[in-house]
């Protein structure tokens, strides 16, 4: 059987590892003879090289494991280039986080304010990237998760139009779709959604079972008398409280029998959720105590004991979902994902030239859009809105447009007047003068 090489840009994630343990137990469905690890910082990924070696060795031997740390060469023999990057670290993320909420607004890493700043570092270094693939590889699969998704997708469809091998995906869909099956002692690859809207902006209208029934409507019941959070974010309090405010707006907006991405959370209740964070301790802060403290450990312990046996390594939804779409292109299997992808009339009344999330079909051709048609006025009002705020973000980023930049955030149901607007712009601006500018 043919085997593959893959790139893992941003090898120094804490999601690398989760990532590679998925790979390992997917070693017949996705074979590989290569895995190399990008990343710009040999301080966090050394160690992930390190621990990812040992745990290749021990399940699929044979397997070549690399780090690299410079463009020139790292895509060379490149089938898939998976992309995780985080521009400016999860320093930058605590700024792009506390910078609005000392406004009153929210700090959010992708939406709002924060979303905005992240996204005017991402894009550069993403397109970057992409380049480098296309120079060396021009035929490989790029499949993006890097952040924030809306903002990547709107920029590479400008700058690389037309390229059909560069995929944006989020687990958030899907992360709540686990959650879903777990209520529904379920599991999730038996459910097919239709879903639309944009990046960390949408909603579920269906959620069908393999006989067609629409479990949907039972999933909204359960939601209003307080949901459960899937298995593996349980010990996680952000989380948790996040899948259980998912019930306050299942219960606000009743009439379409629709249920939200966790993300709307933000857009529709930006001063509740502004007031509830706090602007000393964001969650930059969670993760960096926590998960990359975690990680290192975990890093520690397999080196020590030459196996990943005992170091609490499982496998995540990140690394899941990415390794079921690279399995559905090389196997042809036509299965249903929902993806980031051009609109072109998938929502007749929504831009064609958007860029929605919505169902797709996923074989050896690529992604194949399934048609959602028109939205109701509430949803279209939200979503073109919002589209044009990530719009207006990539027209600032990349004319270097401090009007579009203030008009872009303006935009953002987050940031709740221009006097806040203007005052969050500075202090972006300043806090972000390493990676971009605008005049
Ligand atoms: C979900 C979203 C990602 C986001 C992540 C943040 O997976 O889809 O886009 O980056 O959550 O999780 P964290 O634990 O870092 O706050
Ligand atoms: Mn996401």
Partial sequence: MKSYQLVICGGGSTYTLPMIKTLCDFREV????????????????????????VMVEEAMGGVE??????????????????????AGGLRMREQDEKIPLRHGCIGQETCGAGGFAYGMRSVPQVAEIVRAVRAQSPRAWIINYSNPAAIVAEATKRLFPGDRRLIHLCDMPIAIMDAFAESLGMKRQDLTPRYFGLNHFGWF????????KDLLPAIRTMLKSGSAAPEELKGDAGWVETFAQLGEMVRDFDGEGYVPNTYLQYYLYPEKMAAHMDPRYTRANFV?????????????????HGSIRGSGLEKGV??????????????????????????????????????????????????????????????????????????????????????????????????????????????LIRANRDYWQVK
């Fill in 205 to 212: 209208t269906n959620l069908y079972d393999p006989r067609g």
């Fill in 318 to 427: 990140h690394g899941t979902y990415i390794v079921e779409l690279a399995s559905s292109i090389i196997r042809n299997e036509n299965r249903t994902f929902i993806i980031i992808t051009p609109n072109n009339g998938i929502i007749p009344n929504l831009p064609p030239e958007a860029m929605v999330e919505v169902p797709c079909l996923v074989n050896a051709n690529g992604v194949t859009p399934l048609h959602m048609g028109n939205i109701p006025t509430f949803y279209k009002g939200l979503l073109e809105n919002q589209y044009a705020y990530e719009c207006l973000t990539v027209d600032a980023l990349l004319n270097g447009d401090r009007d579009a930049a203030l008009k872009a955030l303006v935009l953002n149901r987050t940031v709740t007047d221009t006097g806040r607007a203007k005052g969050i712009l500075e202090d």
């Fill in 30 to 53: 996705f074979p590989l003879w290569s895995i190399v690890l990008f990343d710009v910082d040999p301080d966090k990924q050394h160690m992930v090289y390190e621990a990812a070696k």
């Fill in 65 to 86: 494991v690399r780090e690299c740390y410079t463009l020139d060469a790292a895509f060379a023999d490149a089938d898939f280039v998976f992309m995780q990057i985080r």
């Fill in 288 to 304: 960096m105590d926590h998960r990359v403290a975690h990680v290192r450990q975990m890093c520690e312990y397999i080196v020590e």
